[in-house]
Nanobody, 118 residues
Framework: QVQLVQSGGGLVQAGGSLTLSCSAS????????MGWFRQTPGKEREFVAR????????LYADGVKGRFTISKDNAKNTVYLQMNSLKAEDTAVYYC???????????WGKGTQVTVSS
């Protein structure tokens, strides 16, 4: 089993920046990719970004390209989401995910609130 512990988030003004962190513990060696999703009330959870744990290949949702950067520190089993030029529509609960080869997004963090005031 893998546990994902998130940190970061909070309240920021539009145009500001925040960094989210997510650390994996347990059977972290089974992870081949990590990512971030977000969810606002009444809406489905939506994909934000993803990074290959070995390859480092990244993928972003169109709405965050050029503003958000996903990165990783393999030694710390930690993935980061650097969010710049934040907009009010980025307000959401952000969830970290870990994927196994046989199960995409098998593991989920508990979520952290990001609120962007306009």
């Amino acid at each position: 089993q893998v546990q994902l512990v998130q940190s970061g988030g909070g309240l920021v003004q539009a145009g500001g920046s925040l960094t989210l962190s997510c650390s994996a513990s347990g059977r972290a060696f089974s992870i081949y990719a990590m990512g971030w999703f977000r969810q606002t009330p009444g809406k489905e959870r939506e994909f934000v970004a993803r990074i290959g744990w070995t390859s480092g290949n990244t993928l972003y949702a169109d709405g965050v390209k050029g503003r958000f950067t996903i990165s990783k520190d393999n030694a710390k089993n930690t993935v980061y989401l650097q969010m710049n030029s934040l907009k009010a529509e980025d307000t959401a609960v952000y969830y970290c995910t870990g994927s196994r080869l046989t199960h995409e997004n098998a593991y989920w963090g508990k979520g952290t609130q990001v609120t962007v005031s306009s």
